[in-house]
């Protein structure tokens, strides 16, 4: 089983900056992409930004030179730093992970339950 620990969030006022975290843990397990959504109250959930296992990653065009996804393989962890928040950035900030299971090949879509990221004006 694949559990995601996500911190980070929280109160922030405009022009700011906030650093996300998203570690990821399951025995027998390995992680390919991984990244952050968002759900802002009354909207569809959206992405952020993704990162793969070799460094490839994908923005949104709304947070395209102000957010950075970076990950550690290692303790495979995934970060989303946040420079330069507006008010439309805030929502609930979700980590998913695209896990695989070694000995069966399973593929498993994985989400975490949210942390909550507030811009004030």
């Known amino acids: 089983q694949v559990q995601l620990v996500e911190s980070g969030g929280g109160l922030v006022q405009a022009g700011g900056s906030l650093r996300l975290s998203c570690a990821a843990s399951?025995?027998?397990?390995?992680?390919?992409?991984m990244g952050w959504y968002r759900q802002a109250p009354g909207e569809q959930r959206e992405l952020v930004a993704v990162i793969t296992r070799w460094g490839t990653t994908n923005y949104a065009d709304s947070v395209k030179g102000r957010f950075t996804i970076s990950r550690d393989n290692a303790k495979n962890t995934v970060y989303l730093q946040m420079d330069s928040l507006k008010p439309e950035d805030t929502a609930a900030y979700y980590c998913n992970v695209d896990s695989v299971q070694y000995y069966s090949g399973r593929r498993m879509d994985v989400w975490g339950e949210g942390t909550l990221v507030t811009v004030s004006s």
């Open positions: 399951g025995s027998g397990f390995g992680f390919n992409t």
